[in-house]
């Protein structure tokens, strides 16, 4: 009888250690597995990704340009003599017509009499010659040397109001005073320069564009234009193109807009020009996608859920956020647009 006890309690204890082997095996296949499948799912990128869409982009062109007066106007002097008076400072806004200088007037009034007392005297002797010829008591060398006297005293009594009148200079042209190189009492003679005067009634903005661009553009064409001053979109048009490239193979564009009375712009500020293109759609991808440079781009396509491949594309326009794509994307195919740096053609991925 104890025999037979001692029998099971022995069959027992092998029947206990045979399950725990078994237990501890399977245990153990589990943990491999599970370690295998962590190794293998450690082995994917983990990324970020987009999708290829197509939209309807506004095509425009943006450069930087300077702005200029409409006019730019020297004042200068027809006279000769001394400066008496002066009605004008550097910053004032003048109207044309207005008298802005007065020099001595002595010796150019002392000749204007001098020319009209001539002239006078000359027109007397021309109608009396000219009663005198038809009574014959004249004859025809003499009538001819009347007139003669006649138109030359014309002639000075014109220089000599024309010269009393050059003794006050008035403003050229509307606009702003930005020189004055004389002060009262200077000696001034003809051709002096008295100072300078702006229009900027109407701004001239002059734009360098590229040769790939300038066939976009036309005569007459509106732009939009803004500048680091003022919160405000001007409007603008293009008025002269320039036919010859400079050397640096851009041409000169010329953009007229009429400035504003409250957002008034000044001569030489900067300003952004909006040349605005017909829109199109067209694919776009985000601007992190690319990988390499724009002149050899290429993206990162996913292919299912696990694969990266690396694939040439086109790129023909770009803004801030995208870049619009020609060639080498369909719409609805998604892109790595994050974790590109740790990845090479053919490489597994996870998306996040």
């Known amino acids: 009888m104890k025999k037979n006890q001692k029998r099971y309690v022995i069959i027992f204890i092998v029947i206990i250690a045979i399950l725990s082997i078994v237990i501890i095996l399977i245990n153990n296949k589990s943990k491999i597995e599970a370690k295998a499948k962590s190794v293998g799912f450690s082995s994917a990128v983990p990324v970020k990704v987009a999708t290829v869409e197509k939209v309807k982009l506004d095509n425009s062109l943006t450069y930087v340009g300077t702005t200029y007066p409409n006019a730019e106007v020297p004042i200068i002097s027809e006279t000769q003599g001394k400066i ?103 000696v001034i003679s003809p051709g002096f320069s008295i100072g300078n005067i702006v229009d900027i009634s109407n701004i001239k903005i002059k734009v360098n564009v590229a040769e790939k661009d300038v066939y976009q553009l036309s005569l007459n064409q509106k732009v939009i234009i803004e500048t680091d001053v003022f919160d405000k979109k001007f409007e603008g048009h293009i008025k002269s193109i320039n036919s010859k490239a400079d050397e640096a193979h851009t041409y000169s564009v010329e953009i007229m807009m009429k400035n504003d009375q409250k957002y008034n712009l000044k001569a030489g500020m900067f300003a952004k020009i909006y040349f605005q293109i017909n829109s199109d759609s067209t694919l776009v991808i985000p601007r992190e996608a690319l990988v390499g440079s724009v002149k ?28 619009g794509v020609a060639q080498g994307l369909n719409i609805g195919e998604k892109i790595v647009i994050n974790g590109q740096i740790n990845l090479k053609n053919n490489s597994k991925i996870y998306v996040q």
Do not use: C, H, W
């Not at 000219?130 to 001819?144: C, F, H, I, M, T």
């Not at 003669?148 to 009393?164: G, V, Y």
């Open 84 to 186: 008496l008076n002066l009605f004008f400072d550097i910053g004032d806004y003048v109207t044309k017509g207005r008298l802005l200088v007065q020099t001595d007037t002595v010796l150019k009034y002392a000749n204007y009499l001098n020319a009209q007392a001539a002239f006078d005297k000359a027109k007397a002797d021309l109608q009396r010659y000219e009663k005198l010829y038809s009574g014959k008591s004249v004859n025809d060398a003499q009538l001819d040397q009347a007139k003669f006297a006649f138109k030359s005293a014309e002639a000075q009594l014109i220089i000599a109001k024309k010269q009393l009148m050059d003794t006050r200079i008035y403003a050229p042209v509307s606009g702003v005073i930005t020189s004055r190189n004389i002060e009262a009492g200077t």
């Open 296 to 323: 050899s781009p290429q993206v990162y396509v996913v292919l299912g859920d696990s694969l990266a491949v690396l694939r040439n594309i086109v790129i023909n326009r770009e803004s801030d956020k995208f870049f």
